[in-house]
């Protein structure tokens, strides 16, 4: 038999305030980054990723505030219910996590099941408003929430990718894991009172600083690091340099324009060096869009790729090539 | 004495339409088996979801019918409990909502409605509840009809093409009957109408729209 712990009533220490704040901040910080690469790469992936985590975000510190609202001032757990137990205690965290579902869904190209988190929001809020049961909301919840954190994690580790693994720990971390520890500490630890709702804050706190180093892309230094690959890479770009030295007086002469190339299999990112005028006269298409094959000569990385640069030398997306023949 | 000239009125008429929609289903099935491209290897899908949308349409008059045959008694409802005349509603709904889906090139709507429905039984049989099931039932047949019932117009009309526009007003005809149910010369009416309708509808002889001219260039390329 477990001891009752005598439960602190209200935040003495402000935690929840002081997390709210640090947590709208490194959010800010985690989406900088971001938001100044969202015209290169695969801009429409850029904007869903910022679509999402703002949304993602934007519901944590809603849930905060609800914690802050219990522990401050008395409110009990979906109190603001309509119906049996329609309330936001399970409404918002049940948006966020099929936030995360059909951004899973929009990565795995699924277009077809788009529909399919709206129908479970419509049938999950109808159950909670007809009863109080709870048993469909956790199956469904936990299911969506695993699926996309073994997803991110997987694959960020297999492509040694800071940012994906680093969206795994996120998505297990601001939501799963905390409300795992918030009811062992009810169920299993007999625990009362506000220090309940702390692991609630902390873990989404350790989510989103965790997020930053993926999207400040500390992992990719750091952790991802592979000497081997970075060895070919500085021989890579030495050629390069030698290549783009000796070519200088052209560039010089015709007005060079120096565009940060990404190959779209490996990530590994250049700086090349274009003539004005060229780009600007293959520009005149109707699109206004210069497809540019790169890479052929394998010195950024073993990838070649194509390119699709405006006419402002901005690049508007990638393309691998799968086989030359 | 109301009640038996209902039953005779609704079972005599729908039994002598049903004969034109067995041609008319023929007769769209022929359609779809000869739009085969000989290039593609493929066959037509919105010929395929026409055909389909009126073969569920045709079930769902098929059981009530059966029913006042058997039991010689109209049946209750068929919005209350899951049959196969509610199914088939549903059904017709939801292979509306694909076929538009479909011709507006909206992926995420092509499964959207049966994903619904299946949601809608999902739900019945975890919660037992019929009268929720009732609701969202007819909720989703009402609103689904209409709805696809609409968008067929406006598509017809926009892309100036006979099929959608035909089925729209095809598909008009059992929303006014399913209307007024309890007056049966309005269903006399209607399906008296689908029957004269259906046949040249499904053989393509009605035209809304003026064919567009053959261009010069075309015609001479085609030899």
Redesign the interface.
């Known amino acids: 038999m477990l001891a009752q712990v005598e439960p602190i009533t209200g935040d003495p220490f402000g935690i929840g305030w002081i997390a709210t704040f640090a947590y709208a901040i490194l959010a800010i910080m985690a989406l900088l980054p971001l938001i100044k690469k969202r015209k290169q790469g695969v801009q429409s992936f850029n904007k869903s990723v910022i679509l999402w985590l703002l949304f993602s975000l934007f519901m944590t510190i809603d849930r905060f505030v609800e914690y802050i609202l219990i522990m401050n001032f008395g409110l009990e757990q979906g109190s603001t219910k309509i119906g049996a137990n329609l309330s936001t205690w399970y409404f918002v965290p049940f948006v966020s996590v099929m936030a995360e579902f059909l951004f899973i869904l929009y990565i795995l190209r699924k277009y077809k099941f788009y529909s399919i988190p709206f129908i479970l929001i419509f049938f999950i809020s109808l159950s909670l408003y007809q009863y109080a049961d709870i048993t469909a909301f956790a199956i469904i919840i936990t299911i969506s929430e695993l699926v996309p954190v073994i997803l991110y994690l997987w694959k960020g580790w297999k492509n040694k990718d800071g940012l994906i693994y680093s969206l795994g720990i996120f998505t297990a971390f601001d939501f799963f894991v905390p409300y795992a520890i918030h009811y062992s500490m009810i169920f299993g630890g007999n625990l009362a009172g506000t220090i309940i709702y702390y692991p609630l804050f902390f873990s989404a706190l350790f989510a989103v600083a965790y997020l930053n180093l993926g999207t400040w892309g500390w992992l990719d230094r750091h952790v991802f690091y592979d000497k081997e690959r970075e060895k070919q890479i500085k021989n890579a770009w030495i050629g390069r340099l030698i290549e783009i030295e000796k070519k200088k007086p052209e560039v010089k002469k015709n007005g060079g324009k120096s565009i940060v190339l990404e190959c779209p299999v490996c990530h590994v990112q250049s700086k090349r060096v274009f003539a004005h005028e060229v780009v600007l006269q293959r520009a005149k298409n109707e699109k206004g869009i210069v497809k540019m094959l790169l890479n052929e000569d394998k010195q950024i990385c073993e990838h070649p790729f194509v390119a699709y640069v405006d006419r402002e030398f901005a690049i508007r997306g990638y393309e691998a090539i799968d086989m030359k023949v | 004495m109301a009640a038996d000239f209902y039953y005779y009125a609704i079972l005599i008429t729908t039994l002598a339409t049903m004969p034109t929609i067995i041609f008319m289903l023929f007769q769209l099935g022929k359609k779809y088996r000869d739009s085969l491209n000989p290039e593609t290897g493929k066959r037509d899908p919105v010929r395929l979801l026409v055909l389909l949308q009126i073969v569920f349409w045709f079930s769902s008059i098929l059981y009530p019918t059966v029913y006042r045959l058997v039991f010689l008694e109209n049946p209750a409802s068929m919005f209350n409990t899951l049959n196969p005349s509610s199914i088939s509603i549903a059904f017709v709904v939801a292979t509306g909502v694909t076929l538009l889906a479909f011709v507006h090139h909206k ?6 409605a049966w ?2 429905y299946a ?1 809608v039984i ?2 019945m049989v ?2 037992m ?1 019929s009268t ?1 099931f009732y609701m969202l039932q007819f909720g989703f047949t009402l609103v689904g009809q209409v709805s696809f019932d609409l968008f067929y117009f406006i598509t017809g009309i926009k892309y100036k093409d006979d099929k959608i526009l035909g089925l729209a007003i095809f598909f008009f005809v059992p929303i006014i009957s399913g209307a007024s149910s309890s007056n049966p010369f309005i269903y006399i009416i209607c399906y008296g109408f689908l029957a004269i309708y259906g046949i040249p509808y499904t053989m393509g002889k009605i035209k809304f729209f003026k064919q567009k001219p053959v261009q010069l260039v075309e015609a001479e390329a085609r030899g």
Do not use: H, I, K, R
Not at chain 2, 107 to 112: D, P, R, T, V
């Open positions: 992926e995420s709507w092509m499964y959207a994903f619904f949601g999902l739900y975890f919660t509840d929720t």
